[in-house]
C-alpha cells in the first residue's frame, strides 16, 4: 500500500533531516527550504498536509514568508492540512496562521510523538472529506435519487435500473426491509421517459383490506356506504406515470385478479363502474416476503407473479456493500449535520470500525436513524461508536476471527492497565511490556481513547 505523502517545509536542514527519519516508514516524506521550492514540491505532490515553519528565508526572523506560503498553498487547495511548526515567541502569529485556515500548530522544539499522533488525524480528516467528495461526485455522476455506493453489488444494480429503465416492462423488486426498494423504483421512474409524470407509491400492508380495492381501483358516486362522490384510484392517478405497489405480498387474492387483468390489458373498472377505462401506467412492485413460498401455499397467484416479474430486480443487504457503509454513514452525517447547522463533524476510526462489524439487520433504514440520533445527540463533532448506540467490539455476527480476538484482548489488557495506574501512561506501558509510543501507536490503532490526565 502507497504511503501517504507529507512535505515539511523548514530552513533548518537538521530538524528536516531529523523529522524524514521518524517519520519514513509511515509517510513519502517530502522536503523544502524555503517558499519557491516548497510550491513547487506543493504543485508536483499535492500532499494532504503540509507542516510549515513560519520563519522561512529569506525573512527567518519574521513570519512572512510562512504566511505568505501558507495562504499559496490553501489558495491552490483550501482543504490542505497545514500544521504550523513555531517556537514558543511566535505563539500569537500562529494563532493568527490558524485562523488564516491552517489546521493547527505545534511548539518548537517539536515532540515526535505528538507530532505523530497530531499527523494521523490530519490525514484520517483528509481522508474522510476525499472520499465525502468522491461519493459526491459518483452519485451526480450516476444520477441515481439517493443511491450510494462503489461496490460490486450496488454498481450490478445500478447497470440494471439503468437497462430497465428505457422499457415498460413491469419490474419486481426483491430485497430485506431497508434495502432501499422504493428508493430503486423512484430512480427507475426518473431515468425512464415517464419521468416528468406522476410516480405513484402504495403501501400495500399499510392499507385494511376493504379499503385497499377502491383505494387502487377508485370508485363511483354511491358505490357502497360513504361513497358520496366519484374517486379516482391509485391507478389511475399514475395514468402516463408510474405506479409503485410496495409489500406486494400482502395483496389479498381477490385483488391479485384485478390487478393481473390490469396488467394483461391496461384496463380498469371503478368500484360501481359499468365501463372499462384504458390506463396507461407502467408498474413497478417490491416485497421482501418469499413470494415462491406464497405461491406453495396458494396465497400468491402464480400467474401474477409471472406477470409482474418480468423483470427481477435483487437489491443487497448493507452487510455485503463492503466499504459502502463508510460512503452511505458519511452521506448521512453530513445531511443531518447541515440540518442540524453542526459543523465539521466526523467519525471517530472506533465507530467507523463499528460501523462494518455491525451487521445492520434494518439495512439502509437503520444506519439512517443511528447516525440522525448520533449527530442530534452527540456532545462532540467526533462520533463514538456509543453515539451510535454500537458496541465497538461486536464482530458482525458472531464470527470471530484471529485478528479480532487479538484486538479484543488487546484492548482489555490496555484498558486494565490504564485504569490500575490512574489513567497514567509510562507506568502502564512498562506493565504493558512496550514503549510509550508504542502504546499511543496501539490506542489509536484500536480506537482507545486517550486518557484526559493521561501521564
Known amino acids: 500500500m502507497k504511503k501517504p505523502t507529507l512535505l515539511i517545509v523548514d530552513d533548518d536542514d537538521e530538524i528536516r533531516t531529523q523529522l524524514r527519519w521518524a517519520l519514513a516508514s509511515e509517510y513519502e516524506v517530502i522536503q523544502a527550504a524555503d517558499r519557491a521550492s516548497a510550491m513547487e514540491k506543493f504543485q508536483a505532490h499535492r500532499p494532504m498536509v503540509v507542516l510549515l515553519d513560519l520563519g522561512l528565508p529569506p525573512h527567518t526572523g519574521t513570519p512572512e514568508e ?20 513555531s517556537g514558543q515567541n511566535e505563539r500569537q502569529t500562529a494563532l493568527e496562521a490558524v485562523g488564516a485556515g491552517a489546521y493547527d500548530f505545534l511548539a518548537k522544539p517539536v515532540d515526535v510523538e505528538e507530532l505523530r499522533l497530531l499527523l494521523k488525524r490530519c490525514f484520517n480528516v483528509a481522508q474522510l472529506e476525499h472520499d465525502y467528495r468522491e461519493f459526491q461526485r459518483t452519485a451526480q455522476t450516476d444520477g441515481f435519487s439517493g443511491m450510494i455506493g462503489n461496490s460490486p453489488a450496488i454498481q450490478g444494480v445500478f447497470n440494471s435500473i439503468r437497462k430497465v429503465a428505457a422499457s415498460d416492462a413491469p419490474v419486481l423488486i426483491l430485497g430485506e426491509s431497508g434495502t432501499g426498494k422504493e428508493v430503486a423504483a423512484r430512480a427507475i421512474h426518473q431515468l ?11 403501501n400495500c400492508s399499510a392499507i385494511p383490506e376493504s379499503l385497499l380495492e377502491s383505494e387502487l381501483f377508485g370508485h363511483e358516486k354511491g358505490a357502497f356506504t360513504g361513497a358520496h362522490m366519484q374517486r379516482k ?9 408510474t405506479l409503485f405497489l410496495d409489500e406486494i405480498g400482502e395483496i389479498p387474492l381477490s385483488i391479485q385478479v384485478k390487478l393481473l387483468r390490469f396488467l394483461q390489458e391496461q384496463t ?3 368500484i360501481g363502474g359499468k365501463g372499462e377505462i384504458q390506463v396507461d401506467t407502467r408498474v413497478l412492485a417490491a416485497t421482501n416476503a418469499d413470494l415462491g413460498k406464497g405461491i ?33 454513514a458519511q452521506s ?29 439487520p434494518g439495512n439502509i433504514r437503520e444506519l439512517q436513524n443511528r447516525v440522525r440520533r448520533a449527530v442530534i445527540m452527540s456532545e462532540s463533532n467526533r462520533l463514538t461508536a456509543a453515539d451510535l448506540e ?3 467490539f461486536a464482530t458482525g455476527g458472531g464470527a470471530t476471527t484471529l485478528k479480532d480476538a487479538r484486538e479484543a484482548l488487546e484492548r482489555e489488557m490496555i484498558s486494565n492497565a490504564l485504569k490500575k495506574h490512574g489513567g497514567k501512561m509510562a507506568p502502564a506501558a512498562v506493565e504493558l511490556g512496550i514503549s510509550r509510543p508504542t502504546l499511543y501507536d496501539l490506542m489509536d490503532k484500536l480506537g482507545l481513547q486517550k486518557p484526559a490526565n493521561e501521564g
Open 66 to 85: 510562512g504566511l505568505a506560503a501558507l495562504a499559496q498553498i490553501l489558495d491552490i487547495a483550501s482543504r490542505t492540512k497545514v500544521v504550523i511548526a
Open 192 to 202: 425512464s421517459n415517464r419521468r416528468s409524470e406522476p410516480f405513484i407509491a402504495i
Open 233 to 241: 384510484g391509485r391507478i389511475e392517478h399514475a395514468h402516463k406515470g
Open 268 to 270: 380498469i373498472e371503478r
Open 296 to 328: 406453495k401455499e396458494g396465497t400468491f397467484r402464480e400467474d401474477f407473479f409471472y406477470r409482474l416479474a418480468v423483470v427481477r430486480l435483487q437489491l443487497p443487504p448493507l452487510r455485503e456493500r463492503g466499504d459502502d457503509l463508510r460512503l452511505i
Open 332 to 360: 448521512f452525517m453530513h445531511r443531518f449535520a447541515a440540518e442540524n447547522n453542526r459543523q465539521n463533524m466526523s467519525f471517530s476510526q472506533e465507530a467507523l470500525r463499528a460501523i462494518h462489524r455491525h451487521g445492520w
Open 390 to 392: 454500537l458496541d465497538p
